[in-house]
Structure formats: structure tokens, C-alpha cells
């Protein structure tokens, strides 16, 4: 065991796998020589060499286009995105190439790779250093999409990725990746991760907190809030179970489902703005699975339908208050 | 011939059928032949194909005519495990490379012969024993998939070359120049063929850029474009062949703007007398590239009407009997629509295949 | 004076500024001449003013323009009042030679209730609608596929407008730079992409941005002028500019400018180059600085001063000083403000939720 934070962990993931399968390498804007802006590659070019930890040219579109290219070729790329901002120049690579070459070759020709970038808000960055583009991904049929909220997770779920037959658009939520927040502030990582090989299956939640009132789900960043959240309303008794789903899609229906039976009451946290978010995926699953369960509606706690604003990002940003608020509320109903 | 200027047309084939001696590639009386041969298979099957589809018979068709030299010039410049990343018109070098005409066919039908399992529209060509990849009607991407595929194989320490075609069209297209910047940066090993046949649907190429030819483009990128006559087979075999060899031999890419011309329309869609003067069309017939050929192999004494006539008959037979077994196929199972989405069926599409299954029984028991 | 069009990098770049200090021709007025100095010495405090900031946590970032000053404010300086600039994010000094008050500017450092983004951006990240300055946006390049746009929109209306656009090299690389040139090219839009090439995108140099020769030579895939310019020259910038301009006025259409230049600092306060770069590269870049040289070519035509330098300084640092001191202590923007702009009028949902932000705060 070792304690590492979230880009450590990533890096480290990075490096075993590169060393287990040559076929792996890492490409990207600053990700050689540098390490990356948030370093999360740091060590592999000296480790890998110029072919295998690849600084591109500053073009979204090229490092993906190419990438598939690369891996339908027989390469495993893992490529970075620097923020999940910048992910668009290359959505049309994504969504019509990468998502479809499998289906529409009838399996012949596939593009196994991972995507890496950065997601999320809290480091004032504004429009561009902020955002949570997952639901777009999680709509394109092809695609499997995945944001790790631990260490551990980021390790294991990396790893997973890496070896899996289809592409994973892979989030790391920036946030918290040097630490997690405690009582308002970022302190640094606590968590023991496995060394050397360790997966974590893509496809199953995890139970962060079990309860019997309210069940929350959440993903990346927002997990600590959540936590804390169902943490100050236990004070009040009320017992919020809490699961990661980890993996974005396919999701863990099961988890979700069984979860909600028991509890009745359904809270989806994420940071993304609201309309045609993942949030109303889960909660049409959950009506679809559950109706007669369900106590009260389901609630959705999500960033607003704005862009993502700079300076009052916290207002912006579905915080513990807003959390708090929401639980409050479903457990009443 | 290397970098030479871009503005320069390198052409083999005088309008006689002459041939400088200095330029012809020389090839085998056998290769010539065979040559011409995938030529006018490629033409008897898009006349077919197209008769079929005013019929009903074929839902779309986009044609090579006028433009047939092209493929089979890549096709005999290449190995075949090098990869070939075709675009509208470049499809049929798989036949050329040795892929079975049903198997073909089939993939214009998209029934259950059809490797793609029907999910592709017709004209968009494609199979793993040939080495030819998938590709999707948006414009201009798999051109930066081409320049992968082959940095992926200079990695690896691979002899492959790859091939990556486009329409004048696509060098607007912002993977164009991703995919061109890559390449050069990397010194992939690939040759990226932009066939400029003056036409994007309805938009002329002088429309397209305001650079007097598409060869000049590789100058941006740092790497040698050159300008071929897209009508004459041996001109491009020889560009072809020299820029494989260049690729292959760690020289990097090459850019070649293939100067030809779209004869048909777009595609069975389209109309071209809207937009187009018939007098170019006109103008562009007496440089058929068939027809310059068949006039070379003349002055040569290899070829005369009557083995023209022959050879057509031939390939019309084979493809009329061809198309006759692959329409007797029926469309895929309705199933296999939930499968290559993923490596796995997940469990939502478990889900929908599960519901439809229900319904095909609840349809069969009502 | 021998047109431009046809100086490409065979010839090496454009240079006015000799070595002995001297420049012929110039047909700037002492008084934009003095403007000019004064904006880029104005530039060089503000970005030591604003590292420093950043440091003790009072701005969250900044991205300068250390030993870019004259391509920023050459370029700037010769287009007309009607004309529009795009920025990139390292052109504050363009915006504020364009009229920008420096308080607009700091505004938007601290992302306050007076910014005109309205806290909305990133520090660097400024609007300014009034002095024809388009409005910074991170994501690399896409400014250059609107700039063409807006030229083509005024050359339909019959104005004689031209818009300037900047970008990094880096941004060549990026499909929006091919589309931007390739509109422009097609459609002889009144447009100047002016290119700082200051030889490092973040951590990776421009030499593994592209195999082409020159980023000047890319014009040629597009059918537009090229030219390349000796970046820390601002009188050199300040003519190839002009004369892409008079083209614009000729209607003969865009102009690809590449600026030679270096990027003294960081990428930005979130950057260390020392990881990637050795000081040895940078030192002759520090004696080429584009300050003194003007400097002193002001100076041998009399027109500046030790007692100018002295005395513009301390003024210089005076407003600085004012304006962030105002900048700093105005609040945050209104909660309202975060509903608002995303559509014209805002609606139903957007109402909906600025009530519960309002009604969370208030309980909060």
C-alpha cells in the first residue's frame, strides 16, 4: 500500500501498464518532455522514450483522429485531452468515428483506447478550465465513460480501461485530484492504494455509505460532497445511502435499483448543469425500475442550466448546502 | 520525379497514347493488361449498379466513372499488407486487391452476406482480410486515421504503408489538416491521395480554396505534394509506387492531387446538369481514362476493339450472374442490430434485444 | 517601400529597426511613436504587477506578454479606429493602446461587480465592445475561424473595416486555424492573422508544431499573402500590418502575418518552463528585448528621454497602483448575474433556479 493522490495514482496506473503491454503509450499536448500540465504523466518520457509519451501538436482533432488510427491499427493510445473543455475539436472524431468504427466495419475493425481529460469545476477556471461534458458521451452508443473519485479508483478503473476492448472516455475530476475536501477545504489524500497490479471493473458502483432513508448517487468531485453531506444529516437521523457509480455507462443498474427499493427516495448529485444531464438518465431508470417504490420524487442536485461561471463557481457548483437541502427535503416529502 | 514543383501535371500518357520512353514505368505486358481489366470491372459494375438502382433494386450508388485509374493504380502500387483508408470513390481497390465481387456486392445490398451486417449505406466498402478500413460518410476523417495507422506502424518497427484517399472537398475540412500536420511532424510512413474530380456535390473546386492547385497545400506542411494526371494509370502508378517506396523506406508522407474528373453525379441522389456546363463534361469524356489507356495499349499492339469487346461482354456476365446470387440474400437477422455496439452486450442493450425478441413472439403468437 | 506580399522566409524576415539603433522610412507620428513605447512599457509593469498579485493569492492567474510587447502593440497600433481585433488571451496591451481603460482591464482581473464579463471568465479573459475588441475564449484557435467571418460580413456591407486576429503558433496546429484561413482565402475577406510565434506552446516548441518551413509559408495553401516579420521589431510589425491593411483596403484580400518573437515568461502562473527549456535559449532572446531597442531608436531621433523613461514610470505605476486598489475592493458580482446572458431574456427554468440559489444563500 501506498498513499497517493488521484494524479499519482493515474500516473502510476499510466506507468505499469505501459511497462506490462508495449503496445501502450501516451499521447498528447505537454504530456512528454513536461509531464503534463497537471503532471500526471510526469516520469514516462524518460521512462518510455519520445515514441511512447508523445507531445502532439496543439490540435484536438489530430491527437484523436490519429489515436484511432494508432489503435485500429493494434496500439493501445492513451490519449489526453488537457481539459474536457477542449474536448470538442474533437467530438466529430469521437462520436461518429471512434463510438461507430466497431458497429459499422460488423466488428471487424475496432479502436480500443482511452481517452484522459481533466473535468470539473472548483479551481477557478471559468468557462474553459471547468466543465462536465460527460452526458454527451454517455448519449453516443460505443463509448464507455468512466470518472473515479479516489485514488484507488482512479488507479484501478485507469488500469481497467486501458485493457478494454472499447473505447473509454475517461474523466478525472481535477478538483480533487491532489486532495479532497474536508469540511470545506482540500487536505491532502489519506487513502492507501494498492502498488503494483490492481483493477477495479468497470460497470460496478461502489457503496460509499449505507442507509436506509435516502438513497444519493453521484460520481467524481461531487462524491465528497455528497459524503459529507449524508454525514451532517445522519446527525439528524437521517441515513443517506451513498454510491459512487464510478463508471458512468454502462452503469450499475443494479446497484441503483436495489438501493432505491430499499430506500424509496432517490437523489442524483453531479456538476453538471441540469437539462438532458446524466441526472435525468438515473432518475428515468429509477422511475422505470422502481415506480412503486418510490416515496417521493426524485430530486436532482446539479450545477445550473448556465455556463460555467468564474468568480461564483461555488454558487454554481451543487455544494454540501445545496446537498443537505435536497436530502432534507425527499426524506420529508 | 520527388518534390517536384506542385503546379507541374506529371502525366505518362500523350492524348495519341504515346508514352515517352523516359517516363513509362515499363511495366509487364500481363501487369498492363490486368490493369485495364480492373478498370473496366469497376465500370461494369457501376453501370450495373447504377441501372439497379434507378430500378429500385439499389437504394444508393456512388460511382467511380471517370475516375477508375486511381484506384487501380494504388492497388498495383501497393502490398497487400499495407492499409488502405478509401473515401466515396476508392472503395472498388479492394476488389482489385483480391476481395471476392459477392462479398462485394453484398456490401451495396447490406444483407446477411454482408460482412458489415447491413449497418453501412451502399458505397461505403470495407474489410479486415484486405486491409481496408471502415470509413464514414462525414467528410475527411479517416484521413488523420490513415496517418495513425501508419505512425502506429513506425512504431512497431512494421514495413506497412498506408494509404489515406480524399475528395477535393475534404481539404477544407479541418482533419485534413490535422491529419497533414501530423504526418509530416511524425514522418509517418502514409501517402494521402486527394482525387480532385472538380466537384464537391454541387460546389466547384476553385470554390473550395483560393490556392491555385491542391499539391501546393503540402508545402504547409513541410512535406513533398505532387500533381498527377488523375486519367492516366501509369502516370499515378509511378507517383504512387515512388511515394509507397518513399513512405516505406523512412522518407515520410507524400500529398498527391490525383487532376481528374467526376463524369457521373455525386451519387444516384444528385443531378449535376443543375450546376454543371455539359460542354465540360463533354470536354472531360474525350480524356477518359479508360479510353487513354486502351489507346496506349493499342500503340503498343496489346489491345484492339474486338478483346474490347470480349473483355466487356465478359465483365458484364460476371456481374450480372454475380448480382443475381447476392440478391437472392436476404437482409440480417434483425438481432445482430444489438451486437458490435460494444465488445460485450451490456446490460441495457440485453434489455432492448430482449424487448424486441418479445415482441417478434408476441407478433408471431397474435 | 517594396510590397510585402512576396516576402516570405527565403529573404528572411521583414526588419525596420537596425542595429545602430536607426530606421528608415517611418511614417509613424512622434506622438503614436511615444503612445506606442508608453503602452508597452505600460504592458512590462502591469505583468510584473499582476505575477506578483497572483503570488500572494490576490488574483487567481495571469498570462503575460514579457518580450511580446511589440508584436502586441506594433500590430495594434496600425489599425484604424473602425477596424476590429480578435485576441488570443496575451494581447491585454492591444485592448488598452485600443482605448480599454486599464480599470476595465484590472476589472476583470479580480472578476468583480464592474467587470464587464461580469466575473464570468477567467482573469485575461476581458470583452471590450466599445474599442471594437472581441472577447477571449481558452479553448486554442477558435477566434481565428470567426475573424474571417466578421471581415467577410463587413466587406458585403461595403465598409472599409478589417479585422486583426492573433494567435500562438500552437494555434496552427488546430482545424479552426485551416478553416479561418481557407474562408478567408476563398472568400477575400479583409482579414490579417497575425501569428505570435514565440516558439513555445505551453511546454512544446514551435518546431514540433509543424515540418513546414515557416508559418508565413502556410499562406501558400490558401492563396493569401505571407509574411514574416522580425516579432520584437515593433516599426517592422507595425508596417507589414499596415500593408496588410492597405490590401484589405484594396480589396486584395487576407494577410498571414508571422511574427518572430519569444516568450520571455512562463506560459502562464501556472506554468514553470524549467522543466522543458534551459536558460541558455532564453538569453538571447533577453538581449533582443523589444523595449530597449525601440528605446533607443526613440531616443537617437530625440523623442525620448531618461527624464521621459523616469517620469512615464512613476506615472505608469501610479495608475497601476490606483487601479487595483479600486479594483480590489469592489465586491463580487450579484447572484442575479448568474442567471442572466445566457439567453437573452431568461427563462422559466433559468427563473426557477435563480430563486433557489437566492432562497439556498439565504438559508446558507
Known amino acids: 500500500m501506498a498513499v497517493m493522490n488521484i494524479i499519482q495514482a493515474v500516473n502510476d496506473a499510466l506507468r505499469l501498464e505501459m511497462r506490462r503491454d508495449p503496445s501502450v503509450l501516451v499521447m498528447g499536448e505537454d504530456v512528454g518532455k513536461f509531464g503534463g500540465v497537471f503532471r500526471a504523466t510526469v516520469g514516462l518520457y524518460d521512462e518510455f522514450g519520445p515514441d511512447r509519451s508523445i507531445d502532439t501538436p496543439l490540435s484536438e482533432g489530430g491527437i484523436i483522429g490519429t489515436a484511432i488510427g494508432m489503435a485500429t491499427y493494434g496500439l493501445r493510445p492513451v490519449a489526453e485531452i488537457q481539459f474536457a473543455d477542449y474536448i470538442f475539436p474533437a467530438f466529430d472524431q469521437i462520436v461518429n468515428e471512434l463510438a461507430k468504427l466497431r458497429y459499422r466495419s460488423g466488428g471487424q475493425y475496432t479502436a480500443p483506447m482511452v481517452i484522459r481529460a481533466p473535468c470539473g469545476g472548483g479551481i477557478r477556471g471559468g468557462h474553459y478550465h471547468s466543465q462536465s461534458p460527460e452526458a454527451y458521451f454517455i448519449h453516443t452508443a460505443g463509448l464507455k465513460v468512466v470518472m473515479p473519485s479516489s485514488p484507488a479508483d482512479a488507479k484501478g478503473l485507469l488500469i481497467s480501461s486501458i485493457r478494454d476492448p472499447d473505447p473509454v472516455v475517461f474523466f478525472e475530476p481535477k478538483r480533487v485530484y491532489r486532495g479532497r475536501p474536508v469540511e470545506g477545504r482540500i487536505t491532502p489524500w489519506d487513502q492507501d492504494v494498492p502498488e503494483g497490479e490492481h483493477t477495479v471493473p468497470l460497470g460496478e458502483a461502489a457503496l460509499l455509505r449505507e442507509g436506509r432513508h435516502v438513497t444519493l448517487a453521484t460520481y467524481g468531485a461531487m462524491v465528497h460532497e455528497s459524503v459529507e453531506a449524508a454525514r451532517l444529516v445522519a446527525k439528524e437521523g437521517l441515513e443517506v445511502e451513498v454510491i459512487d457509480l464510478r463508471t458512468l455507462w454502462p452503469v450499475d443498474v443494479e446497484a441503483l435499483v436495489g438501493s432505491v427499493k430499499k430506500t424509496g427516495r432517490f437523489v442524483v448529485v453531479h456538476e453538471a448543469p441540469r437539462t438532458c444531464g446524466f441526472a435525468a438518465e438515473l432518475v428515468t431508470l429509477v422511475s422505470e425500475k422502481a415506480f412503486l417504490h418510490l416515496e417521493a420524487p426524485p430530486a436532482r442536485v446539479t450545477g445550473w442550466d448556465t455556463p460555467f461561471p468564474c468568480t461564483l463557481e461555488n454558487d454554481y457548483m451543487p455544494m454540501t448546502p445545496r446537498i443537505v437541502d435536497a436530502l432534507r427535503r425527499t426524506a420529508r416529502f | 520525379m520527388g518534390s517536384s514543383d506542385s503546379d507541374d501535371l506529371f502525366e505518362v500518357i500523350g492524348p495519341d497514347g504515346s508514352a515517352d520512353p523516359a517516363l513509362d514505368p515499363g511495366l509487364p505486358q500481363g501487369t498492363l493488361l490486368a490493369m485495364l481489366r480492373a478498370m473496366r470491372r469497376i465500370r461494369a459494375i457501376d453501370a450495373r449498379m447504377m441501372m439497379l438502382q434507378r430500378q429500385g433494386r439499389v437504394s444508393f450508388y456512388g460511382e467511380c466513372r471517370g475516375q477508375e485509374a486511381t484506384p487501380v493504380a494504388f492497388a498495383f502500387a501497393t502490398e497487400l499488407t499495407d492499409w488502405i483508408f478509401p473515401a466515396l470513390r476508392e472503395g472498388a481497390i479492394m476488389l482489385v486487391r483480391g476481395f471476392g465481387l459477392d462479398s462485394y456486392l453484398a456490401q451495396v445490398y447490406g444483407n446477411d452476406l454482408d460482412e458489415l451486417r447491413g449497418r453501412q449505406m451502399p458505397s461505403h466498402y470495407a474489410s479486415r482480410s484486405v486491409a481496408q478500413v471502415s470509413w464514414s460518410s462525414c467528410i475527411g476523417t479517416q484521413v488523420p486515421h490513415a496517418v495513425g495507422a501508419a505512425w502506429a506502424a513506425k512504431l512497431r518497427g512494421d514495413r506497412t504503408v498506408t494509404v489515406g484517399f480524399m475528395g477535393d472537398g475534404a481539404t477544407s475540412e479541418a482533419d485534413f489538416h490535422v491529419a497533414m500536420n501530423f504526418a509530416a511532424v511524425y514522418r509517418a510512413p502514409c501517402v494521402l491521395c486527394c482525387q480532385n474530380n472538380h466537384w464537391s456535390i454541387s460546389v466547384p473546386s476553385d470554390r473550395q480554396t483560393a490556392s491555385s492547385t491542391f499539391a501546393k497545400k503540402a508545402v504547409a506542411y513541410g512535406m513533398p505534394g505532387i500533381r498527377v494526371n488523375g486519367n492516366d494509370v501509369l502516370a499515378l502508378f509511378r507517383v504512387a509506387s515512388e511515394a509507397v517506396e518513399r513512405a516505406r523506406s523512412g522518407g515520410g508522407p507524400t500529398f498527391i492531387e490525383a487532376f481528374t474528373y467526376r463524369m457521373g453525379a455525386h451519387s444516384s441522389s444528385d443531378d449535376p446538369s443543375r450546376y454543371r456546363d455539359q460542354r465540360d463534361v463533354d470536354e472531360w469524356a474525350r480524356r477518359d481514362p479508360v479510353a487513354v489507356f486502351e489507346r496506349y495499349l493499342t500503340a503498343k499492339g496489346l489491345w484492339d476493339a474486338e478483346r474490347g469487346a470480349a473483355l466487356g461482354a465478359e465483365l458484364d456476365a460476371e456481374v450480372l450472374e454475380a448480382v443475381r446470387r447476392v440478391e437472392s440474400h436476404g437482409p440480417p437477422a434483425v438481432l445482430t442490430m444489438f451486437d458490435d455496439v460494444y465488445a460485450e452486450r451490456p446490460w441495457h442493450l440485453e434489455e432492448q434485444r430482449q424487448q424486441i425478441q418479445n415482441e417478434d413472439q408476441r407478433g408471431e403468437d397474435g | ?364
Not at chain 3, 15 to 40: F, K, N, S, W
Not at chain 3, 44 to 68: A, K, T, V
Not at chain 3, 175 to 184: P, T
Open chain 3, 1 to 364: 517601400m517594396t510590397p510585402l506580399a512576396s516576402r516570405e522566409t527565403p529573404q528572411g524576415p521583414l526588419r525596420i529597426l537596425r542595429d545602430d539603433d536607426q530606421a528608415p522610412e517611418v511614417p509613424i507620428e512622434p506622438g503614436e511613436l511615444a503612445r506606442m513605447y508608453r503602452t508597452m512599457l505600460l504592458a512590462r509593469n502591469l505583468d510584473d504587477r499582476l505575477i506578483r498579485l497572483q503570488r500572494q493569492g490576490r488574483i487567481s492567474f495571469h498570462i503575460g506578454s514579457l518580450g511580446e510587447e511589440a508584436a502586441i502593440v506594433g500590430s495594434a497600433a496600425a489599425m484604424l479606429p473602425a477596424d476590429w481585433i480578435w485576441p488570443c488571451y496575451r494581447e491585454f496591451a492591444a485592448a488598452l493602446y485600443r482605448g480599454m481603460p486599464l480599470e476595465a482591464y484590472l476589472d476583470n482581473m479580480f472578476g468583480n461587480a464592474d467587470d464587464p464579463s461580469r466575473g464570468r471568465q477567467m482573469p485575461d479573459h476581458w470583452t471590450g465592445r466599445a474599442w471594437n475588441v472581441g472577447s477571449v475564449s481558452s479553448p486554442v484557435g477558435t477566434q481565428i475561424a470567426q475573424a474571417p467571418g466578421m471581415a467577410w460580413a463587413a466587406k458585403r456591407r461595403g465598409d472599409d473595416v478589417a479585422v486583426l486576429v492573433y494567435f500562438g503558433e500552437g494555434a496552427t496546429s488546430e482545424g479552426d486555424f485551416h478553416v479561418g484561413l481557407n474562408f478567408a482565402g476563398v472568400f477575400k475577406a479583409p482579414c490579417i492573422f497575425f501569428c505570435r510565434n514565440n516558439g513555445w506552446a505551453i511546454s512544446v516548441p514551435a518546431s514540433r508544431q509543424t515540418a513546414s518551413k515557416s508559418i508565413a509559408v502556410k499562406a501558400t495553401a490558401y492563396g493569401v499573402a505571407g509574411v514574416q516579420v522580425d516579432g520584437n521589431d515593433v516599426l517592422a510589425v507595425h508596417r507589414a500590418v499596415r500593408e496588410a491593411r492597405e490590401r484589405c483596403r484594396r480589396g486584395e484580400g487576407a494577410t498571414l502575418i508571422e511574427a518572430l518573437t519569444y516568450r520571455l515568461g512562463p506560459h502562464s502562473t501556472s506554468d514553470d518552463p524549467r522543466g522543458y527549456r534551459k536558460e541558455e535559449e532564453v538569453e538571447p532572446w533577453r538581449a533582443a528585448d523589444p523595449l530597449p531597442r525601440f528605446r533607443r531608436y526613440l531616443e537617437q531621433r530625440g523623442l525620448w528621454s531618461d527624464a521621459d523613461e523616469e517620469r512615464v514610470t512613476a506615472e505608469i505605476e501610479s495608475e497601476i497602483r490606483a487601479a487595483i486598489e479600486v479594483a480590489e475592493r469592489k465586491g463580487p458580482p450579484p447572484l442575479e448575474s448568474l442567471f442572466d446572458d445566457v439567453y437573452a431574456r431568461r427563462p422559466w427554468h433559468l427563473e426557477e433556479q435563480y430563486r433557489e440559489a437566492l432562497r439556498l444563500r439565504e438559508e446558507g
